[in-house]
């Protein structure tokens, strides 16, 4: 443990430039879903088409976490970052000089999209190592403040469409996608303190091995239920003002940015919060108030006035959450930060799949999507019965060789 205070303890040029990859990656990983309902009226897409092309990129970033966690691992993560980056600016290249004239072509521009998700698994291992136990919370509250990224991505990506049509947003992106870039290569340095280089095999023993703690499970619940959450609700409420609430794409993407940017800048907060009160104290808050803010959300008459600042204190709360789970990580499995971010980030794109869908599905079937909201507010409150399972044990087995260092 040292006793440097955190801008000293670590690498600030990598930090500050992990936030803004995370960033960028984030804005062009979400911008289906402010363009959606714009997508959508072009193409004649059902409920369920719409929330299916917005929870695709979530899905396709939650598999190749996957494998951006192996190869942070085995080449380090300021390679796999740019290696992500480029394929994600060649992607959207070609997608804005051919066109996007259908479904199945929305479909590619999103499983293209899906490497920009992956950015999160190389993201936060970069701040993430270089920084002791006793400041983990806030270097990766601040990395991963990058899911604001998805605001501009709301407060843009409509306004821009209308003024040159959707497609020319996909190469709008390019530009800061190319400024990151240049600025990533030039700035970022991998941390010393890296795990020794695993083989192909290794690594896939690894995850299995993983796979076989029971704790890597109740992480990637965990993470599926707040990163699920806010990532689900960040692609979904576009379409839920414009469908519910007859808003224009424009004034849907005001809203759901303003929502959007409450989850993320908070995130160092709940970093710091749990430093100070520990990881699983501030969770356990967390899934009680998403929990009950969900079935508000379901319950109440649909008025904007109404609706609105819910939606806006459970992305807060939720943003909340994904800085404690990222404090609880490093702790537990410091050793195995890059495998762990990988399956947690899973995790967190399963769950933020499932939502996205879920929700276009409810609409469809029900014609409202009332019953996506309740379900997910059940699975945050097995997340809290699973967090009390545990916590006991927990904070007397690694919890407690950690000295210094609340859980």
């Known amino acids: 443990m040292t ?55 979530t899905l396709a970033g939650a598999i190749l976490r996957l494998v951006n966690g192996f ?35 929305v479909i590619a521009v999103g499983v293209i999209l899906g490497f920009a998700g992956a950015a999160f698994a190389v993201a936060l291992p970069l701040a993430s190592r270089w ?14 403040m990058g899911n604001s990224g998805t605001v501009f991505a709301a407060l843009f990506a409509p306004l821009l469409a209308k003024a040159f049509g959707w497609n020319n ?20 340095k991998d941390s010393p303190h890296q795990p020794p280089a695993k083989t192909t095999s290794e690594y896939v023993k ?8 029971g704790d890597a499970w109740w992480f990637i619940l965990f993470y599926g239920v707040t990163f699920g959450g806010f990532v689900g609700l960040s692609g979904s409420l576009p379409i839920w003002f414009t469908s519910e609430l007859d808003m224009t794409p424009i004034h849907a993407g005001y809203s759901t940015a303003a929502c959007v940017f409450a989850g993320s800048m908070v995130r160092p907060f709940g970093g710091a919060l749990a430093d100070r009160i520990g990881g699983i104290r501030t969770l356990s808050y967390v899934y ?8 508000a ?8 006035a109404i609706k609105f600042p819910l939606f806006f204190l459970v992305m807060g709360t939720l943003g909340v959450g994904n ?30 799949f499932y939502l996205a869908s879920s929700l276009g599905l409810a609409k469809q079937w029900t014609g409202s999507a009332s019953a996506g909201f309740l379900i997910f507010a059940g699975l945050a409150l097995i997340a809290l019965a699973g967090l009390t399972s545990v916590k006991k044990r927990w904070r007397t087995t690694w919890g407690a060789a950690i000295q210094g260092v609340r859980i």
Do not use: C
């Open 288 to 295: 009680i108030a998403a929990a009950a803010l969900l079935v």
């Open 206 to 213: 690894g995850y299995l091995r993983m796979l076989g703690e």
């Open 131 to 144: 920084y002791p136990p006793q400041h983990q919370g806030k270097a990766m509250g601040i990395a991963g």
């Open 323 to 352: 800085g404690a789970v990222f404090q609880l990580v490093p702790q537990r499995f410091r050793h195995e930060i890059g495998v762990m971010t990988g399956l947690v980030g899973f995790g967190g794109g399963v769950g933020g």
């Open 3 to 57: 006793d440097k205070p955190f801008w000293q303890s670590g690498h600030r040029p990598t930090l500050i430039m992990a936030f803004l990859y995370f960033d960028i990656a984030f804005m062009v990983w979400n911008m289906l879903g402010p363009l959606a309902p714009i997508i959508a009226k072009d193409m004649g897409l059902s409920p369920a088409e719409k929330g299916f092309i917005v929870a695709v990129p």
């Open 297 to 304: 959300i379901s319950f109440t008459p649909i008025s904007f």
């Open 71 to 105: 190869l942070v691992d085995r080449i380090g993560q300021k390679i796999t970052g740019a290696f992500g980056q480029l394929v994600v600016i060649a992607g959207l290249f070609a997608a804005w000089f051919f066109g996007i004239h259908s479904l199945q072509g």
């Open 169 to 188: 947003v996909l190469g709008l992106a390019l530009i800061p996608l190319v400024i990151v870039f240049v600025l990533y290569m030039i700035f970022v």
